[in-house]
């Protein structure tokens, strides 16, 4: 499949159903390139969470085909998804912070996974939660920050080890729109690095503020994709992002 | 790839920051001091199955073949003319290996907390000439029969008895004690089970979330286990070192008043080194098993996520 060759995600004919319900998800079939930036957006309830957690590792599909790094997901053993986990980036909608542990031990988190030592970690740990505008709150708990502050240490333990895929559940949900578009330059500068990004969100304001991304939408657990641009986009316009 | 530079493949250790990771994995609550209970509780009840082990087959060494020949007469001159005469028959046969007059004063000595200074002392209270006798093997009810009748017949004062005839009814009672310290090590040893795995699952149960953000960030079955494994083991250590110290502590005790009651039986019960090292190995024990438990509680946890 020649459109799938320099892809980093892709989706054939994916189903999701939770237990012996009704799928959430049907006949998901799309391509993400490298560097480009998604957003995905749906009605509350149109499977966009279930989709995110197909795409960091935390669901298997009921059914179709998922290749990620130009390895086929469904037939990795289960040992092997730690190290695709490692190369995801995620945003959790509840940011999911471990309370008993500071703003710098949650931003290290990852780094101390992948096996670096405590030398390798200080400098860049400090130089990321500087970059969200956090170095005065390095020693505080999650409980002791603001929701906003939150959000930005959450973004900042998504990005910290440079993640091939960075995926964020309505990342802005929380903060006020001044935040919402900080937050997403965040993202964006993340993406020149070359980082695909994917953020689902219901804020339709938010999609005009990244020029040249690309729109996923979700109604009642199909992908609308009219023009086919999703599952084989024109690769030039979309590597252009 | 942009990552590859900062991330390492493989299932790397956590190195020393495995404990900064979880602090609030450490065992909540008295379960430390449950462990430290039933270490001290077990490393007792094995020190006193040891102990009656070794007194069991102390005793037993020592009256092999023994015998004891008592002379009993009132009037002091008749005694030792009889003990005298018994220890010649002695001498006169083969089967017996060795034999030895207990002084007056031993068994003075050995009366003395009973009857008192002045009674052994006035002769009051008349005592019976011993012999210690130890025959060349075992002794039979045939060969004490013998013996005796040979023995009556130059002696009519002398009472021979075997030794371990008259210690039966201790080695049973030493038997069934032995056996109630196993059954007792083995109940301690179920329940110290119960008390590891309950508390690896109470930790686990209220760490969840941490587990699940771990294993969401690429975190594998084994770096996640080991955070359990390190805090689990170092909260049982520190019970079963606690466990250990009173258990040690209570076996000091009761082995000093034991000792001041001056009896030889119970001074074959003093614990050797491989007894020690036995009773060491308990809290070890806890430890291994808390470890254990600790590893497959959290792998069996993780294997029902993706
Ligand atoms: N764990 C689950 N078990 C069963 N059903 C689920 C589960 N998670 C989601 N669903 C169902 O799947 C459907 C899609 O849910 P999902 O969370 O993906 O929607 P969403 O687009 O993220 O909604 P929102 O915008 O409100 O976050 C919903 O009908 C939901 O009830
Ligand atoms: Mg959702």
Redesign the pocket.
Known sequence: MSAGEDSIVQFDNVGLR??T?KE?LSDISFTLYPGSFYFLT??????????LKLLYLAQRPSRGAIRMFGQDLITQPRGNLPDFRRRIGVVF?DFRLIPHLTAFDNVALPLRISGMSESEIAKPVADMLEWVGLEHRIDARPATLSGGEQQRVAIARAVIARPEILVA??PTGNVDPEMAVKLLRLFEALNRLGTTVVV?T?DVHLLRKVPDSLIMR?DK?TLSDPTGALRYPPKREVIAG | MIGSGLIRRGGPRFSGSATRMMPQARIAGPMPWVIAIMIALTVMAAAAGLALSNVASNARAEIAGGVTIQVVEGAPAERERQADRALTFLAGREDVTSFRRVPDEELAALLEPWLGEAATESEAVPTPALIDVRLSGPVTARRLQDLRAALVAEVPAARLDAQAGWLAPVFEAIRSLQYLAIGLVVLLAATSVAAVWLAARSALGSNRDTIEVIHHLGGSDGQIAQIFQRSIGIDAALGGAAGLALGVGAIFVLGRQFADLGSGLVAGGALGLYDWITIAAVPAAGVVLAVLTARLTVIGALRRML
């Open positions: 939770y237990g319900d959430v749906g009605a509350s309830g149109a499977g966009k969470t279930s989709m909608q559940d309505e689902a219901h979700l657990g």
